[in-house]
């Protein structure tokens, strides 16, 4: 079982930045990957960046640029790091982590408004 804890999130003003980070009982080493998805009201859950074990990373065309996905071993943290933040990006953020089964964090709320 892993459990993930996710935080960082809040009410941002458009341009602004937030770094989100997702906590991990286990070591995240051990995983093929970790990723963030979002929802928004209404609308599907969808990936917004993976990284997989070897580095590797991946963004949904929304957020290449804007967006950086990265870890911390030592503390078995994975970031998401947000700048120029738009309106759109306001979602609730989960944090998952793909083993051998799946696993979601009870997600942070990014609210993007002036």
């Known amino acids: 079982q892993v459990h993930l804890v996710e935080s960082g999130g809040g009410l941002v003003q458009p341009g602004g930045s937030l770094r989100l980070s997702c906590a991990a009982s286990?070591?995240?080493?051990?995983?093929?990957?970790m990723g963030w998805y979002r929802q928004a009201p209404g609308k599907e859950r969808e990936l917004v960046a993976t990284?997989?074990?070897?580095?590797?990373?991946n963004y949904i065309d929304s957020v290449k640029g804007r967006f950086t996905i990265s870890r911390d071993y030592a503390k078995n943290t994975v970031y998401l790091q947000m700048n120029s933040l738009k309106p759109e990006d306001t979602a609730v953020y989960y944090c998952?982590?793909?083993?051998?089964?799946?696993?979601w964090g009870q997600g942070t709320q990014v609210t993007v408004s002036s």
């Open positions: 286990g070591s995240i080493f051990s995983f093929n990957a």
């Open positions: 998952n982590a793909d083993t051998v089964l799946s696993f």
């Open positions: 990284i997989t074990r070897r580095g590797s990373t």
